[in-house]
Nanobody, 125 residues
Framework: QVHLVESGGGLVQAGGSLRLSCVAS????????MSWFRQAPGKEREFVAG????????DYGESVKGRFTISRDGARSTLDLQMNSLQVDDTAVYYC??????????????????WGQGTQVTVSL
């Protein structure tokens, strides 16, 4: 059975940092493209960042470029998201997801086979 479990969310002031982690079990993460999505209240789920299965290519949503960094550790089956210079608009539930589709569709949530339960990130003024 596949499980993706996120951690690291919390409350932080604007300008601060958080590091999210996602631990995968039941799958070999090196065979999946992995991404972070987020969903704020009343909004659609949004692509945040992705890393391909070879860990040599990354992609970021426009709103987080230059502030967030995605990384993975195949040996530990983990996916991380370092979030710096957090803004109030970053407040959302953050989800990690695994896709066995082609990299070209990485920004579509429909491309992802497995999802975590989410972790709440709240950024205050």
């Amino acid at each position: 059975q596949v499980h993706l479990v996120e951690s690291g969310g919390g409350l932080v002031q604007a300008g601060g940092s958080l590091r999210l982690s996602c631990v995968a079990s039941g799958i070999t993460v090196s065979t999946y493209d992995m991404s972070w999505f987020r969903q704020a209240p009343g909004k659609e789920r949004e692509f945040v960042a992705g890393i391909n299965r070879h860990s040599d290519t990354t992609d970021y949503g426009e709103s987080v470029k230059g502030r967030f960094t995605i990384s993975r550790d195949g040996a530990r089956s983990t996916l991380d998201l370092q979030m710096n210079s957090l803004q109030v608009d970053d407040t959302a539930v953050y989800y990690c997801a695994a896709s066995n589709r082609i990299w070209a569709v990485r920004r579509r949530d429909s491309a992802y086979l497995y999802w975590g339960q989410g972790t709440q990130v709240t950024v205050s003024l």
